[in-house]
Nanobody, 123 residues
């Protein structure tokens, strides 16, 4: 069974940077897509970025393009989300998710989720 553990959240000022990590275990991830979603209390979970494990193809939400970068480390079974030029509206709980298939931005398509990590950006 796939297990995902996020780390790296915290409090940062607007304009600053954070790097989130998602450590994956319990499976062979060659055919997987790993994505980051975020959620603000009372709102639906929102797609942020995705990467395919085999080719490293990426996709980003328009709101984070040019500021966030998703990277995979095959040797460590880890996916990182480098977040630069952070804005107060990026404040949310960030979740890592994995699906054995192609990229999708729909949260309901993902069977495996991490526990989430809080990111707070102060103005």
């Amino acid at each position: 069974q796939v297990q995902l553990v996020e780390s790296g959240g915290g409090l940062v000022q607007a304009g600053g940077s954070l790097r989130l990590s998602c450590a994956a275990s319990g499976g062979t991830f060659l055919m997987y897509t790993v994505s980051w979603f975020r959620q603000v209390s009372g709102k639906e979970r929102e797609f942020v970025a995705a990467i395919t494990w085999s080719r490293g193809s990426t996709d980003y939400a328009d709101s984070v393009k040019g500021r966030f970068t998703i990277i995979r480390d095959n040797a460590k079974n880890t996916v990182h989300l480098q977040m630069n030029s952070l804005k107060p509206e990026d404040t949310a709980v960030y979740y890592c998710a994995a699906v054995p298939g192609p990229q999708t931005t729909v949260a309901g398509d993902y069977p495996a989720w991490g526990q989430g990590t809080q990111v707070t950006v102060s103005s």
